[in-house]
């Protein structure tokens, strides 16, 4: 027993001994190093990888004669290149994958700045953007990064793959040019204001919280205070009032009709371009033969020959045979409601869209069995006075409400179509119609957005 204590005394000095000296040798290292800078700029050349990647490809494709003939003239080529110096202007590709706020903006500064040290006349910047936005600040400084650029005369384009939303799309329209992949998301839609309020969190505690303003409206809503709906209108008065009145439009909504040949072009750009047509306040389609007028705020399929592939599908689904009452709920411009009319003996269309629903009347000039209700499906659906034998549901990528649903269970139709474009969202749907008494047959695919993830889908549901 003596002689384990005593080992073990003696391991632990050595432990110890060996641990002094170790952080002896650390501290001496450390002081010998330069000092951790914040950041560092780490600089690639992508030509220089993009020839490497095309001879290695070419290299392997070749013949072992051809790949010696290849080599010998690529170090005769690098030769001339480092004697007489290479003269092409230089594109310089910068990435900003940006956060809510905009935190990426630090790294920009400092690769615009080493940018602009170097930069010679000719060369150019590439951004690939992607940003869904955030914060104004920290967005608008990001931009005036760019702004730089602009200023020094430094041509600026801006790539986008996915996304260059609010912030991100403020920062695009800095850019002499702006190229985005198809489908991409390109723009800034409407003005919304988030705040929380802490004023039951603060009751709970007994904490008192005054607020005393020089008018009425001083402040509408307050994060501590207890708001009223007078204050809640009135700060939605004021950002409907802000809402579209920028005194610099970049959006710009273009729609082409395939079979018509007309085009829409929404803002009027006439002041700025006036050679392109623009400010027209609608454009026609034709689809499966039928015509159909489409509002600039009205939903239309921009896929024409799916759009009439989807209809055929519908069409088989609900295999008409004169006598059927269909409800088109979400109906939009009538596009269902319209080429299904001569068919059945009735149908009922839903569309709480005003300008669709004007759309819709112009539409079905001719047909007198549809009848067209303006408002939302939740809020009608089941108050319909009508059995129908076929309800078509056609929702936006959110899905059907939760009442639309109940509506649907009600009424218990003998069969359900149901239009979806997200398919998480359908299999929600579909499990709860499925626990309310219906069976699914099919799922039928469609491609309507061809290089996207995007899938439009055609659900068919029968009373089990």
Do not use: W
């Amino acid at each position: 027993m003596t002689f384990l204590t005593e080992y073990g005394l003696f391991l632990a000095k050595t432990v110890t001994f060996l641990l002094a000296i170790g952080a002896i040798i650390l501290m001496i290292v450390s002081t010998r190093q330069p000092k951790a800078r914040k950041g560092e700029l780490v600089v690639t050349d992508l030509s220089s990888e993009l020839e490497q990647g095309q001879f290695a490809l070419k290299s392997a494709l070749a013949s072992k004669a051809e790949r010696k003939v290849m080599e010998k003239q690529q170090k005769e080529e690098q030769k001339k290149r480092a004697k007489a110096g290479d003269e092409r202007s230089r594109l310089f590709v910068l990435d900003f994958n940006g956060s809510m706020d905009a935190k990426e903006v630090a790294s920009l500064r400092e690769e615009v700045s080493a940018v602009i040290g170097v930069a010679q006349l000719g060369d150019e910047v590439l951004l690939r953007l992607e940003s869904g936005g955030g914060v104004v600040h920290g967005y608008g400084l990001a931009a005036s990064q760019l702004q730089r650029l602009r200023d020094r005369d430094i041509k600026l384009t801006v790539a986008i793959d996915k996304v260059a939303a609010s912030g991100g799309y403020m920062m695009a329209c800095v850019a002499d040019k702006i190229l985005a992949a198809p489908f991409a998301i390109v723009g800034s839609i409407g003005v919304i204001a988030q705040m929380p309020n802490f004023n039951k969190l603060l009751k709970k505690h007994d904490i008192e919280f005054e607020m005393h303003t020089a008018g009425q409206y001083k402040r509408t809503i307050t994060m501590f205070g207890e708001n009223d709906d007078l204050g809640r209108e009135k700060f939605r008065e004021e950002l409907a009032a802000i809402q579209g009145k920028a005194q610099v439009k970049h959006q710009v909504v273009i729609r082409y009709g395939v079979h018509t040949g007309q085009l829409l072009v929404q803002p009027n750009l006439r002041h700025l371009v006036p050679d392109i047509p623009s400010g027209q306040p609608f454009y026609e389609e034709e689809l499966l033969g039928r015509r159909f007028r489409i509002s600039a705020s009205s939903f239309f399929q921009t896929n024409t020959r799916q759009a009439e592939r989807l209809v055929e599908l519908v069409r088989e689904r609900i295999d008409p045979k004169g006598r059927e009452v269909v409800v088109d709920a979400y109906a939009g411009v009538g596009t269902f409601a319209v080429l299904l009319a001569p068919s059945v003996r009735r149908v009922v269309a839903i569309e709480e869209s005003p300008s669709a629903a004007e759309d819709a009347q112009h539409n079905m000039q001719g047909l007198q069995n549809i009848e067209y209700v303006c408002a939302k499906v939740e809020d009608v659906l089941g108050e319909l006075e009508v059995t129908p034998d076929v309800v078509i549901l056609d929702p936006p990528r959110v899905g059907c409400h939760p009442r639309a649903l109940d509506a649907v269970l009600e009424l218990r139709p003998r069969r359900l179509i149901y239009v979806s474009c997200d398919p998480s969202t359908l299999a929600r749907d579909l499990r709860r119609l499925c626990d309310g008494g219906y069976r699914l047959l099919d799922v039928t695919p469609l491609d309507m957005f061809p290089q996207t993830y995007h899938i439009e889908s055609v659900a068919t549901l029968e009373l089990a």
